[in-house]
């Protein structure tokens, strides 16, 4: 015998998967082919003698061979044995995989094909031994979208890892001539999208010959194209390519390294402390290590399943690295300290922290440093300088304590230096430069630099400053002035300088001019108010300042600009908006100095009408449609017949669509729409406008369309009785239709689209539709606007089942078919009765749910039969489109259960007529319909050889077995030529029938 008795499977080339592929037949056939195989080696002398040895063994075994497989319950036992077996011949391919983080083993292919080869069992592939170790096949998950790596693929053909280094490379590059400045790690996505833009189209513009590498570069640049507008995408991407440039001494380490099995993660691991001294995702290097192992064949447990030791920096001692151990429990030392960036625990002795790669001996003179510099740039009230600062102390250390009263100090700094600029700006635009000057001063006192950071304030700034000066020197002359006049004058100058200066403006508002009077108002067109006035008798140097409000009286103040400034009395304003009440206010202007009184007109206030109105007919009345004006509160409808004017129906509308219906058809109907306005707690209306409609008499929808499919040629056939100018419209969604009357331009845009017909009838039309589809059909009478769509039609053009086959096993029906390669059907259902065919859901039948991978399992569907004889079949297939689930058209098929009844009988022929006595089992109680069937000549083989003398009414029924049947006269001319049938074809499944032997003449 042979040491450690081997699988019968292997020796016979046998899949231990497949026990239902071998027949016993099969199985013994191998074992004989095996058998003068063996023997023809062991007699062999081409062979040593250890071969011919082992040989005669296996030849001895061929008996117990043949016991074994031919005993079901051994041959099973055996198979079972066989999968154990190759389980156990396969086991080394386990240290020849790559295990990723979570556990899950990936195959390597090329290690899987020359094992199965040097295996040398037959039937046995290179899936069987993978499913035997719990192997998975295909690539380990990439840790970035495949964008993000085919833009990467495409900066390494320029030798780049970071989208900044190979916009670097190009800016850097004084052949191409790029006014752009380089780029840095810290670089913000929009900084880079700027660069590449000016890069992309230099290079890509640049003369043939002048960049040898241009072409190779315009690659690499459309590659990034794809993801830096992205900022999810390009962050990912930059974190890849460093990624992947820190572990580029670590793959080289890899591919050199000479190994006999399976490497560890804790030998990762230290690769990884050992050459990524800078800060990397490390979730995303082991996923990218993962990816590099597999297409470099090179085994790795990339599972946390090991317990890592590492070695005290002190003492050397070897100590567990788990979160709780911070101290050596063999020298008392610290050997972990915290990252203050990251937070990452690591030896105390590190240098820079080996996740983010914070240097913790440069840490704190930086973080002294970015502190100074905040509290410098606070004092000169730099706000950029501020921010980059308090950010840079932010990324270094997020845990330093100084960060909260720097966030106080910068938030107080934006707020004060923001709201004073942005007084200052506002009043440097109306000329108060005095104004100006003093909140600059201010500013100034409390941020000493402010305006050097800011040369745009230094240089408002320093024109205010001389503009309130100039009008200082006015003043002082004027104080001196011998007469009234040349004061005056001199003021009037220092204005002309510095419209605010105080002294200046006092002076001059001693003689305001006089006002004008009797203001007065009139609408002389739609929007365009005029406003006239009477001017004061003194009129030399004046001008007359227009100002309004909205819904109160003009109240000045230092920011009050006029809406217009004349020498006129009169006056247009063409800008109003409706609904607003607008009051006015005419002043006099001399020197720059306005009258104490003013000319008042208002309240005035222009009305809009409602706008963009159609009146459209619709199922029973009319669709309105309109835009309420701007400034209005509310749009009213009111609705009267033509024949009855005098009383009109408001219509209670609440948006800008309203629905009339329940109207008489064929009627005049008049709608009156204004728009209300609400004005200090009281309606304003506009003067309305008028439509008028007449209401029509929609013809009656199509709702007895009928739609058939021709399994000639594919197409389908349409028929709605004798309607004319009928369209169908159909559409993929399953949705309720809003009525039987729709506006045209609706129903194309409900429906997907109007079908074309292959041939058009009277009453009907024949079409094709695209396959494995789920259409809703609706008949469309088109009337202009408005179109009647009566009852749709839904019409399925999903594939069936394809060759589907059928099958009895013993009390079962066993059915086969090929599932369509359609990704969206996702199950079969059949449904099975007793009585006739069904369709899923109807009570005379029940339904079976088989899924695509309960199929795919089975490769079958087993339909038990139980007592019934026969049974009704009906298949479809299942598709899910837009969340719904459809039936294809359903294949119908009759199952006979192998059982068949013998029914004899015997015929009597006497003065009284003929009879025939029926005999069979006796619990049958009832059987099929029968008849007779008689010839000439002979006697009838089948049921069409002769002609029909008798039919029975229906079933016959038995009492225990029997029945006597008395033919009537003349249904039978001779008992030799004649035969019993029964008279349906199938009934032969579950009966046949043993005829009596006559003498015959002829």
């Not at 399943?305 to 709780?324: I, K, N, Y």
């Not at 996740?355 to 410098?376: A, S």
């Not at 002043?587 to 409602?610: C, D, F, H, K, Q």
Request: aromatic content about 10%; glycine content about 6%.
């Amino acid at each position: 015998m042979l040491p450690d008795r081997v699988s019968y499977c292997y020796l016979l080339g046998l899949n231990p998967y497949k026990e239902k592929n071998y027949s016993l037949d099969s199985i013994l056939a191998k074992l004989e082919k095996k058998r003068k195989d063996w023997e023809n080696e062991s007699k062999s002398k081409n062979n040593d003698h250890e071969k011919r040895f082992k040989a005669q063994r296996l030849v001895e075994m061929v008996d117990d061979i043949r016991k074994v497989m031919s005993d079901d319950r051994d041959r099973h036992a055996e198979f079972e044995n066989g999968t154990k077996y190759l389980k156990k011949k396969c086991s080394k391919l386990l240290g020849d995989c790559i295990v990723l983080e979570d556990g899950t083993r990936i195959a390597i292919p090329s290690y899987v094909n020359n094992f199965v080869k040097n295996l040398k069992w037959e039937g046995v592939s290179d899936d069987d031994v993978k499913k035997a170790l719990g192997l998975e096949s295909g690539q380990p998950p990439s840790p970035v979208s495949k964008k993000v790596s085919l833009a990467f693929n495409g900066l390494l053909k320029v030798a780049c890892y970071t989208p900044q280094e190979v916009l670097n490379v190009l800016i850097n590059n004084p052949l191409l001539g790029i006014d752009c400045s380089p780029l840095s790690d810290g670089s913000s996505q929009s900084q880079v999208l700027k660069a590449f833009q000016t890069c992309y189209a230099r290079v890509d513009n640049i003369n043939v010959g002048v960049f040898a590498d241009q072409d190779a570069y315009i690659t690499a640049l459309r590659s990034l194209d794809t993801v830096i507008k992205s900022k999810e995408d390009f962050d990912e991407l930059v974190r890849y390519g460093k990624c992947q440039k820190a572990l580029e001494e670590v793959k080289e380490t890899l591919k050199t390294e000479s190994y006999s099995s399976q490497l560890g993660r804790r030998y990762i691991d230290e690769l990884l402390v050992t050459y990524c001294h800078g800060g990397i995702d490390t979730e995303m290097a082991i996923g990218i290590l993962q990816e590099f192992c597999f297409k470099s064949r090179i085994p790795v447990d990339f599972s946390r399943s090991e317990s890592l030791l590492s070695r005290c920096p002190e003492c050397g001692a070897m100590v567990s690295v788990t979160p709780d151990v911070r101290f050596c429990p063999s020298c008392g030392k610290s050997f972990k300290q915290d990252c203050p960036r990251c937070g990452t625990s690591q030896y105390s002795t590190n240098a820079k922290c080996i996740k983010c790669g914070f240097d913790f001996q440069d840490g704190v003179n930086r973080i002294g440093k970015y502190e100074r510099d905040f509290n410098d740039c606070y004092e000169r009230g730099e706000i950029a300088g501020a921010k980059r600062n308090l950010d840079g102390l932010r990324e270094l250390y997020p845990e330093s304590k100084s960060i909260r009263l720097m966030e106080r100090k910068y938030d107080e700094l934006v707020s004060t230096v923001g709201d004073i600029k942005e007084q200052f700006n506002a009043s440097y635009l109306n000329k108060r430069y005095h104004r100006s000057m003093e909140l600059c001063n201010a500013l100034m006192e409390q941020y000493r630099g402010v305006l050097d950071t800011d040369p745009s304030l230094k240089v408002r700034y320093n024109e205010c400053v001389e503009h309130s000066n100039a009008a200082k020197r006015y003043c002082e002359r004027a104080r001196i002035a011998s007469s009234g006049e040349e004061r005056m004058e001199l003021y009037l100058s220092a204005l002309d300088q510095c419209p605010d200066y105080p002294e200046a403006v006092a002076r001059m508002n001693e003689h305001p001019p006089q006002p004008p009077m009797d203001a007065q108002g009139m609408f002389v067109k739609d929007n365009v108010f005029k406003i006239s006035f009477e001017p004061p008798s003194e009129t030399k140097g004046v001008t007359f300042c227009l100002y309004r409000s909205r819904n109160g009286n003009v109240a000045l103040n230092e920011d009050s600009r006029p809406i217009e400034v004349t020498q006129q009395r009169f006056f247009e304003d063409r800008n109003l908006d409706p609904g607003v009440e607008y009051y006015y206010a005419i002043y006099s202007r001399r020197w720059n100095v306005l009258s104490r009184e003013a000319a008042i007109l208002g309240p005035v206030m222009i009305t809009a009408e409602v706008e963009d109105i159609s009146v459209t007919p619709i199922d029973g009345g009319f669709r309105l449609l309109f835009r309420k004006p701007l400034g209005a509160a509310r749009v009213r409808i009111w609705r009267s017949e033509e024949s009855n004017k005098g009383q009109s129906i408001e219509l209670h509308v609440d948006s800008d669509v309203y629905d009339d219906i329940g109207l008489k058809g064929g009627k005049e109907y008049h709608y009156l729409f204004l728009a209300e306005y609400d004005i200090r707690g009281r309606p304003v209306r506009s003067h309305g406008r008028e439509f008028v409609a007449k209401s029509v008499v929609p013809p009656k929808p199509v709702n007895n369309l009928q739609i058939k499919w021709d399994e000639k040629d594919g197409s389908f056939l349409a028929s709605w009785g004798s309607h004319r100018g009928v369209d169908l419209y159909f559409t993929d969604e399953d949705k309720p239709l809003p009525g039987s009357t729709m506006l045209m331009d609706d129903v194309r845009s409900w429906m997907k689209k109007k079908l074309v017909p292959v041939e058009t009838y009277e009453d009907g039309m024949r079409f094709r539709l695209d396959d494995g589809t789920v259409n809703h059909i609706f008949p469309v009478k088109d009337c202009g606007k408005v179109g009647i769509v009566g009852n749709g039609v839904t019409v399925s053009t999903l594939k069936p089942f394809r060759d589907v086959e059928m099958s009895m096993s013993g009390k079962d029906c066993i059915i086969s078919m090929n599932w369509p390669w359609e990704p969206y059907c996702v199950s079969a259902k059949l449904v099975v009765s007793d009585d006739s065919y069904a369709m899923p859901g109807e009570p005379a039948g029940v339904t079976y749910t088989i899924s695509k991978d309960e199929y795919a399992t089975d490769r079958m569907i087993r339909v038990p039969m139980g007592r019934s004889s026969r049974k009704y079949l009906n298949l479809f297939a299942v598709y899910r489109i837009s969340d719904m689930e459809w039936e294809s058209r359903g294949i119908a098929f009759c199952a006979y259960s192998d059982e068949c009844r013998k029914v004899r009988y015997d015929v009597e022929k006497s003065r009284s007529g003929i009879s025939i006595t029926v005999r069979t089992d006796a619990d049958v109680d009832r059987l099929p319909p029968v008849m007779t069937v008689e010839t000439e000549v002979g006697i009838p083989l089948k049921s069409g050889d002769g002609k029909i003398g008798w039919t029975s009414d229906g079933s016959l029924k038995l009492d225990a077995g029997r029945a006597k049947i008395d033919l009537p006269a003349g249904a039978v001319g001779s008992v030799e030529h004649m035969r019993l049938f029964f008279q349906d074809d199938e009934d032969y499944h579950a009966y046949r029938f043993v005829h009596p032997l006559y003498r015959r003449k002829g």
